[in-house]
């Protein structure tokens, strides 16, 4: 019966949420809802998972074989998103062209991934998965396509916050059979704690998602004026933003916990006004958290950096897993196809060494490099550097989101070292996506010197200001 009481209770917990955070004076269109769907699911397990989860059919690969075929189930469900977003894509014609001409290097390099299919050893999983990451793309479009952007990101973090990170703690508290795992840990079985994700990586990785966009919405209210700040927007983020921290604390997923540390460094930072002047500062400020990083990781051999963390110098068998599978590379160049490392021969190897069947190289350039070679680096390479020039310059038009697509790419890449998160429907590589993506002049604010206050803001143009008589499309 309490079990029961505490469902309810956080069922309307997740309605009055939604409910504190809505605002009137801002539109977004009912087609937002079809990345937050897609997220939604990217954050927490399959439908087939779920399914499984409530006693429909065992729908969940437990075979290296059934992980090949992948299911049919959840293939339909990301395709029938997809479609939906061309649809929305379709009808913003006039805003995806110039979009896509502004992002050569994106395209360079889905391009390449495309023809990388070509030389893979399971040529038909390659393209099925390749289709998926380009339905990541088509979400990120559908955010960057909205009338009034920075409102659309902002209702897609709370969104995707608001269901996924209360449910997690209901389940981790009242439902531990889907909330909880058990694994041997040094002999030893270990609780493990997952809420709505598969494992608890992946719930670390949708906490600080969740988390960083929390305390960026936060500081974006708490920087308007007085007598038009909103409380309900304001409690609404604060106990999102509890929960996240909350979630942390117990998951004990160091990696996340550390990127959610150094994001939110980076916007309490960038939202000083003599910083965002100054563009030198902003570019030491990413060198110099991305250099004790990359230390701290891979150069730190007494482990005293990570062992702040509570992690040890091989970073929990990473480096052993990171030795196994360079003995397993196929051509240096060109690798063994995107997405093509982890299938056949190659994944029943590892299957048979490590009892936990490891899909991932635990290192996301690692993972470009097994998949796609010396030439996927470089091209990945281009692809980083004009996605951080994008942003940068995305300091003169509005600084308000630049500086969340700013903390989101130093995390992403800080992220990558320990865990490999370039990947279809991965949702860090969704955040990256969305960080760098260019928007062209014609579809940007104009550049305008950055003003002191909100009402500065608006009457400069600097911020798409508020139109009063908008309907709420929540």
Known sequence: MFVQIATFAFFAGILGLFALNRDRTVTTSKALWIPVVWLWIAGSRPVSMWLADFGFGNLVPTTSDAYVDGSPLDRGVYLGLMILGLIVLVSRGWKVGPL??????????FFYCAVSISWSDYPQVA???????????????????????????????????????????????????????????????????????????????????????????????????KETRRTGPLIAQ???????????????????????????????????????????????????????????????TSGGLVGTVGRESTLTGRTDIWRLVLGMTGNPLVGTGFESFWLGIRLQKM???????????????????????????????????????????GFRRDPDIARLKLAFFVIVLIYNFTESAIRETNPIWIMLLLAIVAVPEVLAPAEVPYPKNFADRELSGAHPAPVALRRENI
Not at 170 to 191: C, H, S, V
Request: contains cysteine.
């Open 100 to 109: 896509l001409r502004a992002n050569g290097p994106l395209l360079l390099f």
């Open 351 to 393: 299957w048979s060494i490590y009892w936990w069947h490891p899909n991932e190289a635990h290192n996301g350039y690692l993972e470009v490099y097994l998949t796609l070679g010396w030439i996927g680096i470089a091209l990945f390479a281009v692809f980083l550097l004009a996605g951080y020039r994008n942003i940068i310059a």
């Open 238 to 300: 604060c106990v999102l933003l509890a929960m996240v921290v909350w979630l942390l604390a117990v998951v004990n997923s160091a990696t996340s916990m550390s990127c959610f540390i150094i994001a939110s460094v980076i916007i309490v930072i960038t939202s000083m006004r003599w910083v965002v002047r100054m563009p030198v500062f902003i570019h030491l400020l990413v060198i110099g958290v991305l250099s004790v990083s990359s230390f701290a990781v891979f150069f730190d």
């Open 127 to 225: 393209f099925k998965r390749w289709i998926k990451i380009i339905g990541d793309v088509v979400m990120v479009l559908i955010v960057v396509t909205e009338t009034d952007v920075p409102a659309a990101v902002k209702r897609v973090f709370s969104r995707v916050g608001f269901l996924l990170i209360p449910s997690s703690i209901l389940l981790i508290k009242f439902y531990g059979n889907l909330g909880r795992e058990y694994r041997p840990d040094f002999g030893n079985w270990a609780q493990s704690y997952i809420g709505v994700a598969t494992i608890k990586n992946l719930l670390g990785m949708i906490t600080l998602i969740c988390g960083v966009g929390a305390l960026w919405c936060l500081l974006e209210e708490l920087r308007r004026p």
